[in-house]
Nanobody, 117 residues
Framework: QVQLVESGGGLAQPGGSLTLSCVVS??????????MRWYRQAEGNERELGAQ????????TYTDSVKGRFTISRDNEKTTVYLQMNSLKPEDTAVYYC????????WGQGTRVTVSS
């Protein structure tokens, strides 16, 4: 059974930082067709892809709105994915979801991030 458990959300001030974690179990990280992603969904908006890492190679991609501010990383031994978020803006306020893509797709329960003064 695949499980993704996110943590690290909360309240941050504009310009502040937060780090999200996603602990993954039951999902083999280091296969060629495996990708780990962080999505986010703001209230009233569609869910959007924020960042992706390929655990096998460490290759990362980012959507333009977070590029240069967010960093996705992984620890293959701990099967954990991180999202370091710096220079946070109010528009980063959303529920953040960890996603595992292999033959099938798996989602975490989400963790809420609120950026407000």
């Amino acid at each position: 059974q695949v499980q993704l458990v996110e943590s690290g959300g909360g309240l941050a001030q504009p310009g502040g930082s937060l780090t999200l974690s996603c602990v993954v179990s039951g999902f083999t990280f280091r296969l060629p067709n495996r990708y780990m992603r962080w999505y986010r969904q703001a209230e009233g908006n569609e869910r959007e892809l924020g960042a992706q890492v390929r655990p096998l190679t460490g290759t990362t991609t980012y959507t333009d709105s977070v590029k240069g501010r967010f960093t996705i990383s992984r620890d293959n031994e701990k099967t954990t994915v991180y999202l370091q978020m710096n220079s946070l803006k109010p528009e980063d306020t959303a529920v953040y979801y960890c996603h595992a893509k292999g033959v099938y797709d798996y989602w975490g329960q989400g963790t809420r991030v609120t950026v407000s003064s």
